[in-house]
């Protein structure tokens, strides 16, 4: 059995068009079916739980720090901080430079250090970047950081 059905474009069309409608129709009063039954549930009695909800409303004139929106259109109160600002010394930035040995021959000592991946030989008064030895003894080397001429001492041990 071949059923054939012929259908002028027009038709066609009209049939397109009727679903459609059928369809939104459909989505439309399902949306619109929940909102009935939410009202008919407000409807009920609400049961007292013992909850004090004047306790949880905001006192009159109060208004949350956090609050993005709110206004306040009193005087504005002096900011607390701004009194006196806390300056803090500046500081040199640590030593660059670690020990890594020293080698004395003819009665000469020479210290090495490390920076970065370079070996260096110190000796009293040099000047290396932005530092300058002062002073090496036994236990320690004296640095001065030249922009700021503070006293840095880099340990022997």
Same mark, same amino acid.
């Given at each position: 059995?071949?059923?054939?059905? !012929? $259908?002028?474009?027009?038709? %066609? !069309?009209?049939?397109?068009?009727?679903?459609?409608?059928?369809?939104?129709?459909?989505?439309?009063?399902?949306?619109?079916?929940?909102?009935?039954?939410?009202?008919?549930?407000?409807? %009920? =009695?609400?049961?007292?739980?013992?909850?004090?909800?004047?306790?949880?409303?905001?006192?009159?004139?109060?208004?949350?720090?956090?609050? =993005?929106?709110?206004?306040?259109? *009193?005087?504005? %109160? =002096?900011?607390?901080?701004?009194?006196?600002?806390?300056?803090?010394?500046?500081?040199? =930035?640590?030593?660059?430079?670690?020990?890594?040995?020293?080698?004395?021959?003819?009665? %000469?000592?020479?210290?090495?250090?490390?920076?970065?991946?370079?070996? $260096?030989?110190?000796?009293? *008064?040099?000047?290396? *970047?932005?530092?300058?030895?002062?002073?090496?003894?036994?236990?320690?080397?004296?640095?001065?950081?030249?922009?700021?001429?503070?006293?840095?001492?880099?340990? $022997?041990?």
């Amino acid at each position: 059995m071949n059923l054939r059905f !012929n $259908l002028s474009p027009w038709k %066609k !069309n009209a049939a397109i068009v009727a679903a459609a409608v059928t369809v939104a129709a459909g989505v439309v009063a399902g949306r619109e079916r929940p909102a009935v039954e939410l009202i008919h549930e407000r409807s %009920k =009695p609400v049961q007292d739980d013992g909850i004090d909800l004047a306790k949880l409303r905001p006192a009159e004139g109060s208004v949350p720090q956090n609050d =993005p929106f709110a206004r306040n259109f *009193g005087p504005e %109160k =002096p900011a607390q901080a701004a009194a006196a600002p806390a300056v803090e010394k500046p500081v040199a =930035p640590p030593l660059p430079f670690r020990y890594f040995g020293r080698l004395t021959e003819n009665g %000469k000592t020479e210290v090495f250090v490390m920076r970065g991946e370079d070996l $260096l030989s110190l000796a009293p *008064g040099q000047t290396i *970047g932005e530092y300058r030895v002062d002073k090496i003894a036994d236990a320690s080397i004296s640095f001065t950081y030249l922009p700021m001429k503070m006293k840095q001492t880099l340990d $022997l041990q």
